[in-house]
Nanobody, 124 residues
Framework: VQLQASGGGLVQAGGSLRLSCAAS???????MGWFRQAPGKEREFVAA????????YYADSVKGRFTVSRDNAQNTESLQMNDLKPEDTAVYYC???????????????????WGQGTQVTVSS
């Protein structure tokens, strides 16, 4: 599966952005995750969407501000980001996996497919 992330950009604090992750194949049976990497920091978990239950999972730092959604007809996973903060500045990556236990859904090593990343910059 090839993934392509888009939608990043420059936004002021308090603003919103919507990232999209377009897949080359159907993702109806695929867990999808979002990760980010800020300058000088390790890549970290942001959010994930479990395919079978439809349940979403979020990092504490984004809970209540970010929302994942899926359009199976378009093979697209989206990350709606509201009330953005300067500390959200990072390169955002989407990732996918077709197998894996729930307990590893936040682990980037558990994902097989990765998009190229899209830059999100939040100015104060």
């Amino acid at each position: 599966v090839q993934l392509q992330a888009s939608g990043g950009g420059l936004v002021q604090a308090g603003g919103s952005l919507r990232l999209s992750c377009a897949a080359s194949e159907r993702i109806s049976r695929t867990d999808m995750g979002w990760f980010r990497q800020a300058p000088g920091k390790e890549r970290e978990f942001v959010a994930a969407h479990r395919w079978n239950s439809g349940t979403s999972y979020y990092a504490d730092s984004v809970k209540g501000r970010f929302t994942v959604s899926r359009d199976n007809a378009q093979n697209t996973e989206s990350l709606q980001m509201n009330d953005l903060k300067p500390e959200d500045t990072a390169v955002y990556y989407c990732a996918g996996r077709r197998t894996g236990i729930l307990s590893t859904i936040r682990n980037q090593s558990a994902y097989y497919y990765w998009g190229q990343g899209t830059q999100v910059t939040v100015s104060s």
